[in-house]
């Protein structure tokens, strides 16, 4: 038997008996012959696999620490405004559950739990900082036994991205990255809700991009919720507005958005970033465009809940195109209100607004300021900006869906080969 401070398995110190004391680390070790790790038992054993408590082995020899270890973290609760319950353990010849419930009483510290939903790059510990360092900061104890995001679940403070909760009376705006959809949120928004003037500051709160709020704030929105997407195909969504741009277009948008994020730097290679682009690793998690668009045209395109809309036909005929917008939407169609919209969403007014209150939006706010997110906002910028090359690359890769979308192939010869990176 070990003695008193006599280092255990794991470099941990044993207790009088030899037992590792959870307290004294979050690793506790059931004592087995060397080699022989202790067997999973009933509940406890299910929640400590899953991550949902922190000590991966454990055997009936560590259960009267358990229970002083629980003593001390609900007192340690207690004392933050929250309360922690624990059943007594369900004991049988050869199995212990344990079964833990945590209910969090959000008093004083509402402010804290706000800044637990806003997971974003800015150092730990700060206010709106990083989950992980807001959690740990604020929570210490309770960041130690559960992981932050089972407890983010289960607050419905993560952002819920394909497990969002979809309501029949749902509208969504559906796009590829860079594909336009700000502009057409501040046309949506001008359209529907003209009284509120839309800007930077209360965009996200009238037309929501499911992509910014938790899901706990999204399923308190006022129905029916008209919302931001840019997920692939989801059979739940049943009524889409899908605004498609040429992909050379939205190439070129993409680099320049990376730019601006930071995540790589203005020297970087144009022809790689193409080559990645086609494999669909620009750094988000919806594909290429070729599999985002298809997958919505090929599955709706014959659905009356799906409306699809050229950004470039935006551009050519905005009149006709934001009438048709507005139909399927349910909003005034009156000429008045139609040019209103146009004149409140301009790319001029949308690129003075960036300048007052970019600072303050959920794309560009962490961005570089020193570079606009509102930028050319027209079509066919590729015919000049794009290398001939990686043109006829994204022609060779996509030129089929591309024609069905109607969009004239320029015919230049693919290279021989484009190596992905």
């Not at 551009?315 to 934001?322: G, K, R």
């Not at 007014?349 to 050319?376: A, C, F, N, W």
């Not at 690359?393 to 969009?407: C, D, H």
Request: aromatic share 10%; net charge positive.
């Amino acid at each position: 038997m070990a003695k008193r401070g006599e280092e255990g398995r794991g470099g941990a110190k044993r207790g009088e008996e030899g037992r590792v004391l959870p307290w004294e680390q979050n690793r506790i070790t059931a004592r087995e012959p060397a080699g022989v790790r202790a067997k999973p038992r009933s509940t406890l054993s299910h929640l400590l696999q899953t991550g949902l408590l922190a000590c991966p082995e454990y055997n009936h020899r560590t259960l009267s620490d358990w229970g002083r270890y629980m003593a001390v973290q609900r007192t340690a609760l207690r004392a933050r405004g929250l309360r922690f319950h624990k059943r007594r353990p369900l004991m049988s010849s050869n199995k212990i559950g344990i079964h833990v419930v945590i209910s969090f009483v959000i008093s004083d510290h509402s402010a804290e739990f706000d800044n637990i939903s806003r997971c974003d790059r800015r150092k730990p510990g700060r206010p709106g900082g990083s989950l992980r360092g807001n959690f740990q900061g604020n929570f210490p104890m309770i960041s130690n036994l559960f992981p932050v995001r089972a407890v983010k679940r289960v607050l419905g403070l993560h952002v819920p991205g394909r497990t969002l909760d979809v309501f029949p009376d749902d509208t969504f705006l559906v796009s590829y990255p860079k594909s336009g959809n700000t502009w057409i949120r501040f046309l949506v928004a001008n359209l529907k809700c003209p009284e509120k003037h839309p800007d930077f500051t209360n965009l996200n709160a009238l037309v929501v991009d499911n992509e910014a709020h938790s899901k706990r704030s999204l399923n308190r929105l006022p129905r029916p919720r008209i919302l931001k997407s840019q997920q692939y195909f989801d059979p739940r969504y049943f009524k889409v507005l899908y605004l498609v741009r040429d992909p050379r277009d939205v190439v070129l948008a993409e680099y320049h958005f990376a730019i601006k994020q930071r995540l790589h730097n203005e020297d970087y290679p144009l022809d790689h970033y193409v080559s990645r682009f086609l494999a669909g690793d620009t750094g988000h998690a919806f594909g290429s465009w070729f599999d985002h668009v298809s997958s919505w045209y090929f599955t709706r395109r014959n659905d009356p809940g799906f409306l699809l809309v050229r950004y470039e036909s935006l551009h050519a005929q905005p009149m006709v195109e934001i009438e048709r917008i507005a139909r399927f939407l349910g909003a005034p169609t009156d000429p008045a209100s139609l040019r209103f919209a146009l004149e409140q969403s301009a790319a001029p007014r949308m690129r003075e607004l960036e300048k007052k209150q970019g600072h303050l939006y959920s794309s560009t706010k962490e961005t570089r300021q020193d570079l606009p997110y509102i930028r050319v906002a027209k079509a066919g910028g590729w015919r000049t900006n794009l290398p001939k090359q990686c043109a006829a690359a994204i022609e060779s890769a996509w030129g089929s869906l591309m024609e069905e979308m109607g969009y004239e192939l320029s015919g230049a010869p693919a290279p021989v080969e484009v190596a992905v990176y």
